[in-house]
Structures are given as structure tokens and as C-alpha cells.
Nanobody
Framework: QVGLVESGGGLVQAGGSLRLSCEASGNIFSINALGWYRQAPGKQRELVATITNAGTTNYANSVKGRFTISRSNAATTVYLQMNSLKPEDTAVYYC??????????????WGQGTQVTVSS
């Protein structure tokens, strides 16, 4: 199993910025994609942004132009730069990794979540 350690959440005023980080470690043969999801109180978990091993990115419409996902050269750390934050961005943000633990075993791991609170 792969462990994901997130950091960077916190409290920020509307219009401010935060940067989330997530480092993957463990039994990794290759990483297929890394991503960020979020879950607000009373709502379902939703995709925020993903980045594939090839560097292809995908964003939720609600964050396009404000959030940027990137990864380290080793592709085991993923970042989420969040600018122009809005109160509706308040949620627990979860890191996700899709990876192969060996040549044929596809797995998925989730981080423990980090709280992002945007005050108006």
C-alpha cells in the first residue's frame, strides 16, 4: 500500500492563496495519476484536479483559472496551488494516487485529508 502525506491546509480570507502538498511513498512500481479531491460538509466528494504520469492535467470547471496542479520531477509529490480562493472552496481536500504496485496490480490510495477554510 502507498502512503500519502498531505500538508498545507489552513484558514485564509477570500481572495487569498494556499498551496497544498502531497507526498507518496511505499510500494510503487509506477504512478498512473495523482490528484486532489474535496468534500464539503453535507456534500459528496468531488474531483478538483488531476495530473497523469504524462503530465496531462484535468480541472473541475469551478476551479479552472484559479487552481494549478503540478508534480515533482520524481512524480511522487503533487502540489495544488490555489489562488483567488472563495468561501465555496471550503472543504476537506484529499490527495489521491492511482498506481501500479507491480507490473500488473493497479491500486488506489487516499490521503487523510487536510482542511481548507476560506472566510468571507
Amino acid at each position: 500500500q502507498v502512503g500519502l502525506v498531505e500538508s498545507g491546509g489552513g484558514l485564509v480570507q477570500a481572495g487569498g492563496s494556499l498551496r497544498l502538498s502531497c507526498e507518496a511513498s511505499g510500494n510503487i512500481f509506477s504512478i498512473n495519476a495523482l490528484g486532489w479531491y474535496r468534500q464539503a460538509p453535507g456534500k459528496q466528494r468531488e474531483l478538483v484536479a488531476t495530473i497523469t504520469n504524462a503530465g496531462t492535467t484535468n480541472y473541475a470547471n469551478s476551479v479552472k483559472g484559479r487552481f494549478t496542479i503540478s508534480r515533482s520531477n520524481a512524480a511522487t509529490t503533487v502540489y495544488l496551488q490555489m489562488n483567488s480562493l472563495k468561501p465555496e472552496d471550503t472543504a476537506v481536500y484529499y490527495c489521491n494516487a492511482e498506481y501500479y504496485s507491480d507490473v500488473s496490480t493497479f491500486e488506489q490510495s487516499w490521503g487523510q485529508g487536510t482542511q481548507v477554510t476560506v472566510s468571507s
